[in-house]
């Protein structure tokens, strides 16, 4: 069996068979998963990574500038760990990789934190990088004018010092998770932290930008002088095009015009796992999509009618209609067993009855205009439809419009009262919460505000206690679940794709496209 089974795994390596065929074939010779993912690991590492040629990438999203400030769509995260370098970064297994920051401290009470710089790391401009950069880069994103989505966590910095090749972080309250908040891509070290120009598209990536054309197409070549090139950096030239449309993005990826993709359509999986050459991607994690409803605008800061939107989605029929399978169900709070202190809630259902009970309360008549679009998440349109056509039932008149997916991100996410989006998780519940949830978080685009969220939220940073801990974070589910300003219909499975010869592939359940790593990490094997 394992020769067989090694025999297997370098042709995975190789680019010559899919994963999934591999998995399937260990299991079906005896082969635990563990070990099939242990071997299959190996063979990717000693297959070794292959130097040359241009590697392709074909992604959803269009964004407004190279700034890791705004950076929000995978079109710009992936280039953005292309160019950029972190300061700490998670691994695929949910721990924590030191990148420019070699060693993280904290004294007893977690209120003090001491980074220890690494040296030899250079910026594309020739500059080494410095104690200074990484500390003048904290400050541009703790400063609100930077409009960062960092700026909401970062608030708990009381002050950022440099001694030496050490930043030391004070904060405002103790937080044990604090590497994991530091590994948020925003935070990509800049030049002065990017405080002359965070445009500038200058890091200390493995690519060094040649191309910038936001919206349209991003390019790279390798840095020759990346600190790490025997992990990242083996194509001699990255490119990215955005792509929003799947027919499109999916024929590029059989065509041969792009190497990789992310959000196939969980519609034509089975059908695109038939194409010779292609491999289909698919990793479960926290990554999930939301229907966010404005807590401050009529008639949804009435949390009757919040509640009774709730009840009117049959979120099983989404995810056996739309998702296909590939996903699990929501439960109107954005976390799930991935999370390690995660709590399982009771499972709200689908209830037409009572969703007519508290629509009535509510006192609204009228429809409800709902904003979508297909780049809100693969299938979105489908279920808007699906939430139309349950509601219908419990006497809610629900308008679906479609929008333009150019536009979307700019003038209908956060901008509208309701609307779809999506999300890729984070590696902790703070982290996830602290972004997205809490009363002066940057993307808290349901304007949910409630103090007691807030406080637990603060309090959960500080407790050592992880039973305790884990209680705030159970509390703080039901108190969004039940007052907040989301529908969430179900996680979906993050479904990407390879074409032939594409090398080093390793599943990051993170984000799409291997965290956004995919280019930056990957190689072409022939």
């Known amino acids: 069996m394992p020769t067989e089974l090694e025999y297997l795994s370098r042709s995975v390596a190789a680019g010559k068979l899919s994963r999934r065929n591999f998995l399937g074939r260990a299991l079906a ?9 242990l071997l299959l690991t190996n063979a990717v590492k000693a297959a070794g990574p292959v130097r040359g040629g241009i590697l392709k990438a074909g992604l959803i999203g269009k964004d407004p500038s190279l ?6 769509v995978m079109t710009q995260l992936t280039f953005l760990k292309s160019w950029g370098e972190v300061i700490v970064e998670y691994a695929p297994d949910g721990g924590i990789e030191y ?36 500390a003048a880069t904290l400050e541009r994103h703790m400063n609100p004018s930077s409009k960062s989505a960092a700026f909401s966590y970062l608030k708990g910095v009381e002050t950022v010092k440099v001694d030496g090749k050490e930043v030391v972080i004070t904060l405002k309250e103790p937080n044990a998770d604090l590497p994991y908040l530091l ?4 935070l990509v070290v800049q030049p002065n932290g990017g405080k002359d120009d965070p445009n500038a598209g200058i890091g200390a990536g493995p690519y060094k930008v040649t191309v910038n054309e936001p919206g349209v197409r991003f390019g790279g070549e390798r840095f020759a002088n990346y600190w790490q090139p025997d992990k990242m950096g083996f194509a001699d030239q990255i490119e990215i095009l955005a792509i929003g449309d799947t027919t499109p993005r999916m024929a590029a ?18 059908r695109i796992k038939q194409v010779p050459g292609i491999t289909v991607r698919e990793t479960a994690g926290p990554t999930h999509f939301v229907f966010d409803m404005a807590c401050d605008k009529a008639p949804f800061d009435s949390r009757d009618l919040r509640m009774a939107l709730k009840l009117a989605i049959d979120r099983e029929a989404i ?30 259902k689908y209830d037409p009855d009572q969703a007519k009970f508290y629509y009535k309360k509510s006192g609204h008549e009228g429809p409800l205009v709902f904003r979508v679009s297909d780049v809100a998440f693969t299938g979105a349109v489908d279920a808007g439809q699906l939430f139309q056509y349950s509601a219908a039932k419990a006497g809610i008149n629900i308008e679906v419009k479609r929008e333009p997916a150019d536009s979307y991100f700019a003038e209908v996410v956060g901008k509208q009262p309701f609307f779809a989006d999506n999300w890729g998780g984070r590696s902790t519940q703070d982290l ?12 808290n685009f349901s304007n ?20 305790k801990r884990k209680q705030m974070y159970y509390d703080m589910a039901v108190i969004l679940r039940d007052e907040g300003g989301i529908i969430m219909p179900a996680f979906m499975h993050v479904l990407d794709g390879t074409g032939p010869n594409v090398g080093g592939w390793i599943d990051d359940p993170h984000q799409q496209l291997m965290n956004g790593y995919g280019l930056a990490k990957c190689w072409l094997t022939a």
């Not at 010779?29 to 993912?37: K, M, Y």
């Not at 700034?67 to 929000?72: G, K, R, S, T, Y």
């Not at 949910?448 to 039973?467: P, T």
């Open 432 to 443: 996830m919460y602290s972004v997205a949830y809490t009363s002066t978080a940057a993307w």
């Open 29 to 37: 010779l005896g082969a635990t998963a563990s070990f099939a993912s």
């Open 253 to 270: 990826l059989q065509s041969g015009q792009v190497h990789m993709v992310n959000g196939i359509d969980p519609k034509i999986v089975d």
């Open 99 to 134: 990148r420019i920051a070699e060693e993280a401290n904290a004294s007893k009470d977690a209120k003090t934190w001491t980074l220890k710089i690494r040296d030899g790391i250079e910026f594309h401009n020739g500059k080494t990088v410095t104690a200074e950069d990484v």
């Open 448 to 467: 949910f505000r409630n103090e007691k969220f807030d406080s637990l939220l603060v309090a959960a940073r500080g407790e050592f206690d992880q039973a």
């Open 183 to 186: 590994a948020d891509y925003h």
């Open 67 to 72: 700034d890791p400030a705004l950076a929000q």
């Open 319 to 348: 995810l056996e209609k739309v998702l296909l399978g590939h996903g699990s169900l929501g439960n109107d709070f954005p976390i799930n067993a991935s999370y390690p202190l995660f709590t399982e809630i009771e499972q709200r």
